[in-house]
T-cell receptor, first 108, second 114 residues
């Protein structure tokens, strides 16, 4: 079993919709959680970095962590075609453990 | 501030050859980690170096090795290449590498083994 599970999608939404992405993890020791965005043929770009449970907002992006249920979420409000990418959740102890990545397409 | 730089961006090698990839971390970062990304397995951890010492290693065969120099630049080497080694190789730079600081990736080196 992978330490971080993520539905690979794909997910297709119309422009302006809210994109909701979710991951679960199994390692109770995880305390740091990240979301990366990866465009085709590029390296992952760090979007959000959170510690322990709670919410963190950055512009149109909101990350949520619920440690009691081992659940990680990312919400993208007012989605744009430029948000079309693969989104990877990850948690970090001595290494990053990644989910499989969800491919998102925002249709104009 | 310059980001993480990986060279070369693309490589084509034949089976049995060896290859060396290079990573220059963000200035001031002392931890460099290497990951392999494939469509089937996703992102998998190879190893991590901090202050020229390998601190952690993933589940890859000994053909995969690395090193870090005193200026924190890192290289990884793959010997006796196999077709299955075709992948995007990514390095990540962080200040401490112990999980409580952000990790930033380079653009990757796309290795094709033919």
């Amino acid at each position: 079993q992978k330490e971080v599970e993520q539905d690979p999608g794909p997910l297709s939404v119309p422009e302006g919709a809210i994109v909701s992405l979710n991951c679960t993890y199994s390692n109770s020791a995880f305390q740091y959680f990240m979301w990366y965005r990866q465009y085709s043929r590029k390296g992952p770009e760090l979007l959000m970095y959170t510690y322990s449970s709670g919410n963190k907002e950055d512009g149109r992006f909101t990350a949520q962590v619920d440690k009691s249920s081992k659940y990680i979420s990312l919400f993208i409000r007012d989605s744009q075609p430029s948000d079309s990418a693969t989104y990877l959740c990850a948690s970090n102890d001595y290494k990053l453990s990644f989910g499989a990545g969800t491919t998102v397409t925002v249709r104009a | 501030k310059a980001g993480v730089t990986q060279t070369p961006r693309y490589l084509i090698k034949t089976r049995g050859q060896q290859v060396t990839l290079s990573c220059s971390p963000i200035s001031g970062h002392r931890s460099v980690s290497w990951y392999q990304q494939t469509p089937g397995q996703g992102l998998q951890f190879l190893f991590e170096y901090f202050s020229e010492t390998q601190r952690n290693k993933g589940n890859f065969p000994g053909r995969f090795s690395g090193r870090q120099f005193s200026n924190s630049r890192s290289e990884m080497n793959v010997s006796t290449l196999e077709l299955g080694d075709s992948a995007l190789y990514l390095c990540a730079s962080s200040s401490t590498g112990d999980g409580n600081t952000e990790a930033f990736f380079g653009q990757g080196t796309r290795l094709t083994v033919v």
